[in-house]
């Protein structure tokens, strides 16, 4: 679905700004979508009858330990296939076409299918980070659909530095760390505080904490 989307999206040269507002109309669509559906969804209250998985049931300790290892496990090969494919030639024009598409398609490269490919293996990634999510929470709630839910995984990525992998993993676990510890203290700005967060990243630190270790590395290199 992911593809044939965003195949219909990139051939028409929609991107930018306008891109951006397709996907959030459709999230806030399909959030709609889920709370009207109360008979198959549950709606404000989503599914929450997640008990076992394969026999093994989901509040078993041994159960947690091993969705555990097993997340990790995942998340590290997901992270050396994307390290592995942004250095193969698929990468480099990948890059190209991020940082100038025009350029590369005056070079004779058709740019449609390379974002078409990205955006298609980002949703595949989104739906078994997903996958996994339910089992360790036991619940799929619309909350976590929707314009909001996106926004935040925007902000992970800016924080941790929106051209590094390891920083959009240190990212997201810096943010979401921040926010439980936040919203305890704080719960009625709690929201404020991960907007003002945003904004003092974007402004001061636009390359997010992977830019800061970049910058110190040739820093030390120099010295």
């Not at 959030?31 to 394969?54: A, E, H, K, P």
């Not at 943010?175 to 709690?190: H, K, Y």
């Amino acid at each position: 679905m992911a593809g044939l989307f965003s195949w219909a999206v990139f051939h028409r040269r929609v991107g930018g700004t306008y891109f951006a507002l397709i996907t959030q109309a459709l999230a806030l669509a399909f959030s709609t979508l889920i709370i009207s559906r109360q008979d198959v969804t549950g709606g404000f209250n989503g599914l929450t009858d997640f008990t076992s998985v394969f026999g093994f049931y989901l509040s078993s300790p041994g159960t947690a330990n091993g969705l555990y290892w097993l997340t990790l496990a995942i998340l590290c090969a997901v992270y050396a296939g994307l390290r592995f494919l942004l250095a193969s030639r698929f990468g480099i024009l990948l890059r190209a076409v991020r940082d100038g598409e025009n350029r590369v398609r005056f070079l004779g490269y058709a740019t449609t299918p390379f974002k078409t490919v990205a955006f298609a293996l980002a949703a595949l990634l989104a739906g078994v980070a997903g996958a996994l999510f339910t089992l360790h929470a036991g619940v799929v709630s619309p909350a976590l659909i929707g314009v909001v839910p996106s926004i935040e995984m925007v902000i992970w990525v800016a924080v941790g530095g929106r051209y590094s992998l390891a920083g959009a993993i240190v990212g997201a676990l810096a943010v979401n760390l921040a926010r439980d510890a936040v919203s305890s203290a704080f719960p009625e700005i709690w929201l404020y505080c991960m907007g003002a967060l945003f904004i003092l990243v974007v402004t001061l630190l636009p390359n997010g904490f992977a830019g800061l270790v970049r910058v110190g590395l040739v820093k030390e290199r120099k010295a």
